[in-house]
């Protein structure tokens, strides 16, 4: 099993001719190198429940997750480095063939049991585990823990360069945790993967210290929802990727670089101002999608 290496980040910095016009800088944080499976921002979000699990002396963690989870995978690939047992509670009954994410999931150890929907809603435990002992992490990695490990991302970057922190944002626990970092001048921008979540002001704030007024959520470029996508996102990564040589997932990075892009267009971020773009990894996500669609 590879290692995480950290030292793969790079800060790649955009050469586009529209940020030159509109004189926008765009640097953008390549934690899509850490590792090919475990992706980017999971790594960050889950060191500190993993430190706190070893220190628990617990052998097994349990988490949920759907089928295409990165966060499932991380957790599968974490557990497998750090020696311990994991544990999947799928959302959904068994398909016939398991999704490339889970039989990645399961060959790397990870005991898979599926449930429900509704039963996932309420994330009831399968009865069958009753008498196992074992570390519990939220689904996605949300909680305290989560922001405070997702705040170390900022640490490699100069993050006084920048004005604007720009993210990705599903269960909002990364936003949490770069708001922690940032200084009163500086902004966190979150671009909401989910339709019509406008509760994710509020988690938010619930797992983080930091006034409100340093955070943007911006809801209008889920493309129909989670996991949802639209031929003009599709076009938009396979342009991107000829621009700027980084490949893009179309469930968060990808909405993520049009989102920005956009905006870029349509002036909401003044003259001067320096972004960073998390790239928070996720690629192996695009397996779910036809071959061909994409060109990296
Ligand atoms: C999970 C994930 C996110 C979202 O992170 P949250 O902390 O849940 O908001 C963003 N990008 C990628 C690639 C992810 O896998």
Same mark, same amino acid.
């Given at each position: 099993?590879? *290692?995480?290496?950290?030292?793969?980040?790079?800060?790649?910095?955009?050469?586009?001719?529209?940020?030159?016009? +509109? =004189?926008?800088?765009?640097?953008?944080?390549?934690?899509?190198?850490?590792?090919?499976?475990?992706?980017?921002?999971?790594?960050?979000?889950? #060191? %500190?429940?993993?430190?706190?699990? =070893?220190?628990?002396?617990?052998?097994?963690?349990?988490?949920?997750?759907?089928?295409?989870?990165?966060?499932?995978?991380?957790?599968?690939?974490?557990? =497998?480095?750090?020696?311990?047992?994991?544990?999947?509670?799928?959302?959904?009954?068994?398909?016939? !063939?398991?999704? %490339?994410?889970?039989?990645? *999931?399961?060959?790397?150890?990870?005991?898979?049991?599926?449930?429900? #929907?509704?039963? %996932?809603?309420?994330? +009831?435990?399968?009865?069958?585990?009753?008498?196992?002992? %074992?570390?519990?992490?939220?689904?996605?990695?949300?909680?305290?823990?989560?922001?405070?490990?997702?705040?170390?991302?900022? !640490?490699?970057?100069?993050?006084?360069?920048?004005?604007?922190?720009?993210?990705? *944002?599903?269960?909002?626990?990364?936003?949490?945790?770069?708001?922690?970092?940032?200084?009163?001048?500086?902004?966190?921008?979150?671009?909401?993967?989910?339709?019509?979540?406008?509760?994710?002001?509020?988690?938010?704030?619930?797992?983080?210290?930091?006034?409100?007024?340093?955070?943007?959520?911006?809801?209008?470029?889920?493309?129909?929802?989670?996991? +949802?996508?639209?031929?003009?996102?599709?076009?938009?990564?396979?342009?991107?990727?000829?621009?700027?040589?980084?490949?893009? !997932?179309?469930?968060?990075?990808?909405?993520?670089?049009?989102?920005?892009? !956009?905006?870029? +267009?349509?002036?909401?971020?003044?003259?001067?101002?320096?972004?960073?773009?998390?790239?928070?990894?996720?690629?192996?996500?695009?397996?779910?999608?036809?071959?061909?669609?994409?060109?990296?």
């Amino acid at each position: 099993m590879q *290692a995480i290496n950290t030292e793969n980040i790079t800060i790649d910095k955009l050469s586009i001719p529209l940020l030159k016009r +509109k =004189k926008v800088n765009v640097d953008v944080l390549r934690l899509d190198k850490i590792h090919p499976l475990i992706s980017g921002n999971k790594w960050f979000k889950l #060191r %500190y429940y993993i430190e706190e699990a =070893k220190q628990q002396n617990k052998k097994t963690i349990l988490t949920f997750g759907g089928a295409w989870s990165n966060h499932i995978l991380a957790t599968a690939a974490i557990c =497998k480095i750090k020696q311990l047992h994991s544990i999947g509670i799928i959302r959904g009954e068994e398909a016939e !063939d398991l999704s %490339y994410t889970l039989s990645l *999931a399961k060959e790397l150890g990870m005991q898979l049991f599926f449930i429900s #929907r509704n039963d %996932y809603q309420e994330k +009831k435990i399968p009865s069958a585990l009753d008498n196992t002992d %074992y570390y519990q992490i939220a689904e996605g990695g949300f909680g305290k823990q989560g922001a405070a490990g997702a705040a170390t991302i900022l !640490d490699h970057c100069k993050i006084e360069n920048y004005s604007h922190i720009c993210c990705a *944002a599903g269960t909002g626990t990364m936003a949490a945790g770069l708001l922690r970092k940032i200084s009163p001048t500086q902004q966190v921008v979150a671009i909401s993967v989910l339709k019509n979540y406008l509760e994710m002001e509020e988690t938010i704030k619930k797992i983080t210290d930091k006034p409100e007024r340093n955070l943007t959520v911006n809801h209008n470029y889920h493309f129909g929802g989670y996991a +949802k996508h639209k031929p003009a996102l599709l076009e938009f990564m396979n342009e991107f990727y000829n621009q700027t040589s980084i490949p893009t !997932d179309f469930v968060y990075t990808g909405k993520l670089c049009y989102a920005i892009m !956009d905006m870029i +267009k349509e002036n909401y971020f003044s003259e001067g101002s320096n972004l960073l773009l998390i790239h928070s990894g996720g690629l192996q996500g695009n397996a779910s999608l036809s071959k061909r669609t994409l060109i990296f």
